[in-house]
């Protein structure tokens, strides 16, 4: 697979979440990305953008779009120096909230990826996603 772009945005405010979502819907126009898949990768860009800005510290997302011959690669890397999740099993559990959320984040994105690796410690959390997207009218 080609690179194709690669950013990294800190996250602080929810506004940060929204930006990063419009990069990504913006990549989708540029290389006419397909929609369904497009909008699967930014809502789970935006549920783990979400946790960044509530629960963790120092929280930073990477965003790397591929190109293959068929087709195009949007990987995702969330991290942060937050507290880490204590219970990754629970935390992946439909309906659990540490926090006062519905809990369906982190189950979301692992259903709306290809994709999903979590790593938690005391020293942070470093989430990897990816998605296969293809091209309108392919």
């Known amino acids: 697979m080609d690179s194709v772009f690669k950013f990294s945005r800190d996250l602080k405010i929810e506004k940060d979440i929204m930006g990063l979502v419009n990069c990504v819907f913006e990549l989708g126009k540029r290389y006419e ?8 990768s930014a809502t789970a ?3 783990l953008a979400t946790n960044l800005v509530k629960y963790a510290k120092n929280g930073s997302m990477t965003v ?14 969330s991290k942060d120096d937050g507290p880490g999740i204590e219970d990754i099993e629970l935390a992946m559990s439909e309906n659990f909230s540490s926090g ?16 999903f690796e979590i790593e938690s410690s005391s020293e942070g959390t ?3 996603v990816s998605k296969r997207i293809g091209r309108l009218n392919a």
């Open 64 to 77: 790397h779009l591929s190109k293959s011959d068929s087709d195009f690669l949007l990987s995702i890397e």
């Open 100 to 115: 006062k959320s519905l809990g369906v984040g982190l189950p979301a994105v692992k259903r709306l990826t290809d994709t």
């Open 45 to 47: 860009i935006s549920e």
């Open 126 to 128: 470093l989430i990897k």
């Open 33 to 40: 990305l397909e929609s369904v898949d497009l909008c699967k």
